[in-house]
């Protein structure tokens, strides 16, 4: 029998470049609908703008984006109304935005806007003025250092999870209230504790809890705070209450990256992979670019790692650990999954140049690192230690 070249290496397995990631119809409708948000549409009159017929293109947002056209198109416009809401000055009303965001019947636009968002939109307006008061309080250099922090927050790594530490510090030093930087710094200390960046992790997630806490209680509807607060409650184990959250931070604003890569890591923590495939695949579409990208690419190899799918579960976690090499933690499913196919050489190559940049990795470190399945977990912990990933 010949003998089996290494499955890494065949151009079969080769993920598919985030361009082809979804239809080119859907992209196409996608793309028009986002430059011409005003107006009525119908789905025949969408389907004659991407090239294709409506059952077709109607079949394609359900499969990858889990909705219709027209519903695509309510939520977008609702989202819209949201945004302009929570940006408020003294001369905007309820009024104003619905009618510049397509509704011309106030009653279905309340009533449709409080079963999405949960509250009516003079709420939100009255939340948003706060907001904006609360705003124009924030120091300036809390604001830099903060928006300097998301590259090194989104890294997920050691050297780039302590820079993104030390500038949010600071930033919450300038402005003790300002929500996204306690975030972000309960996502990096949530990281610090899973990935056993420190010494305690005991001690950081216990921080991280607080810091996610508080960054809800100052800002329960900014996408982001969500996200990232949610990311950190994550990683804490709390998976149920942090997919309530994300489902919150989707809503609010659809066309967040941030909210769509947690939604599709959150589906994959929760078993659901062909949902966690449809999300990370929309994340790829609306930011194909780092520092997002790569932890998209990562959560596919887990959605497929989760599936049994062990050969596209390597090569696209694979993937993303060549797009950013610093996270080596994502190490762990390729060689798993390599492990599973029966790459037995590759994973173990791979073990020995992971123990050399986690020297603390055992298999116990390994399992307590993500709130994946039961099933999941034994599964991966199982193609560490047959790779050589000591037990304790």
Not at 94 to 123: C, N
């Amino acid at each position: 029998m010949a003998k089996r070249e290494p499955f890494l290496e065949a151009p079969i397995d080769r993920p598919d470049p985030p361009d082809r990631l979804l239809p080119a119809d859907l992209m196409c409708a996608l793309d028009w609908l986002r430059r011409n948000p005003d107006g009525d549409v119908s789905l025949g009159a969408l389907s004659v703008v991407a090239g294709t017929r409506p059952r077709t293109l109607e079949a394609h947002f359900k499969e990858f984006l889990g909705t219709t056209p027209l519903a695509w198109i309510r939520n977008a416009r609702l989202a819209r109304a949201r945004r302009e809401l929570l940006d408020a000055n003294d001369r905007t009303t309820v009024t104003s935005v619905a009618l510049d965001a397509g509704f011309s019947q106030l009653g279905r636009f309340a009533g449709a806007y409080r079963r999405r968002f949960g509250e009516l939109p003079s709420q939100t307006l009255r939340a948003g003025r706060r907001v904006a008061a609360s705003a124009a309080e924030i120091d300036d250099e809390a604001l830099r250092l903060t928006w300097r922090a998301i590259p090194e927050a989104f890294a997920v790594a050691p050297d780039s999870n302590c820079i993104a530490l030390e500038l949010l510090e600071q930033a919450q030093q300038r402005a003790p209230e300002f929500a996204l930087a306690r975030a972000m710094a309960a996502w990096c200390w949530a990281q610090r504790s899973a990935q056993h960046f420190g010494s305690d992790p005991a001690e950081d997630i216990d921080r991280a809890w607080r810091l996610a806490d508080r960054a809800l209680a100052l800002s329960p509807n900014d996408a982001m705070v969500l996200s990232l607060s949610a990311g950190a409650l994550t990683l804490a184990h709390r998976v149920t209450e942090a997919d309530r959250l994300i489902e919150r931070a989707v809503a609010i604003e659809p066309s967040s990256a941030v909210a769509w890569v947690r939604r599709g890591w959150s589906s994959a923590y929760l078993g659901d992979s062909e949902s966690a495939l449809r999300e990370l695949r929309t994340t790829l579409h609306l930011a194909p670019f780092e520092p997002i990208r790569h932890l998209a690419l990562i959560g596919i190899g887990c959605a497929h790692f989760a599936a049994g799918r062990y050969e596209r579960a390597a090569a696209w976690a694979k993937t993303g650990v060549e797009a950013f090499p610093q996270s080596f933690w994502a190490e762990r499913v390729v060689i798993a999954a390599a492990a599973s196919s029966g790459a037995l050489a590759e994973a173990r190559r791979r073990t020995r140049r992971l123990l050399r940049q986690d020297r603390n990795l055992t298999i116990s470190v390994a399992r307590r690192a993500w709130p994946f399945r039961p099933d999941f977990m034994d599964r991966l912990c199982h193609g560490l230690e047959i790779a050589g990933v000591p037990r304790a």
